[in-house]
C-alpha cells in the first residue's frame, strides 16, 4: 500500500477544490498577478489574518478561508500551494511558468486526487488517479483487486458520522495495515479531538467490503507525532 502500515495502537460533501485560485489559469504561473497580489499584500496588509511577504515568495489567506503560498523566482521557477481545512493542491512550474506538476494531499501527506506531470511544452506526461488502490501484495498484485476509493470512505464517513476528511482540521492521517484475523486491508482514518485535549479519534475500514468496523478514541501516545 501506497503509504505503509499504521503505528500499532493506531462535509458537506463537495468537490474537495480550494475555492479561491488566484489565477485564470492553473496551467500557467501568472508573474503578474503574482505581483500584483505581492505589491497589494505590502501597501495593504490584511487584517486578522496571517500574512507573509518576501522578496520570492508570499503566504496569505484569501477572503473564503483558502491558506495560499507562493513563490517564484526567474531562475527556479514558481510554486503554489492552496490549502483549505486538511486538503491542500500543490502546483510546481517551469521556469517559463508552465506547470510542472500537480499533485493532492489530505491530511499531513495522504495522497489524493489525480496527480499530473507535464514537459515543459505543456504535453501530460504522467496521470495517475490516487484514490484508487490496489491490493499489492505479491501473491494478488496481478489480479488487479481494487480497493474502496478514498472519495467513496469520505462520503460514507460524513454520512454516517458527520466528519470531513478534506474539510476537518482536526483530520490528521489515514494509514492502512492488514487485518491478522480475516487477512484484509485496513484504513484507519485518524482525527485529533477538538473536545478532548490530547486525545485522538480513529475509525476502521474494511477496504474490500466497505464497512466500518471500528470507532475508537485514545490517549495521544507519546511518541505520537503530530506534526
Known sequence: MKNGIIFSVVFKYNSFKAQDFPFKNENKFDVIEYNRIRDSLIANPKNNTLQTVKEEGIFYDSQDGTNIIMQYSKEGGGLLQLTK??????????????????????GRHYATGIWKEFDKNGKL?????????????????DQKIKLISIREIAKKLEMRFQKNMFDDNNFFDLKTFLDEKTDKWVYRIIFTDNKKED??????YDAHNGQFLKRESLAIPEDFDLH
Open 125 to 141: 506526461l504522467k496521470e495517475e488517479d490516487m484514490d484508487i488502490m490496489y491490493d499489492d501484495r505479491p501473491e494478488y498484485i
Open 85 to 106: 481545512g486538511s486538503h491542500w493542491i500543490l502546483y510546481s512550474y517551469f521556469k517559463n511558468s508552465q506547470l510542472k506538476a500537480k499533485r493532492e494531499n489530505i
Open 199 to 204: 486525545t485522538i479519534e480513529f475509525f476502521d
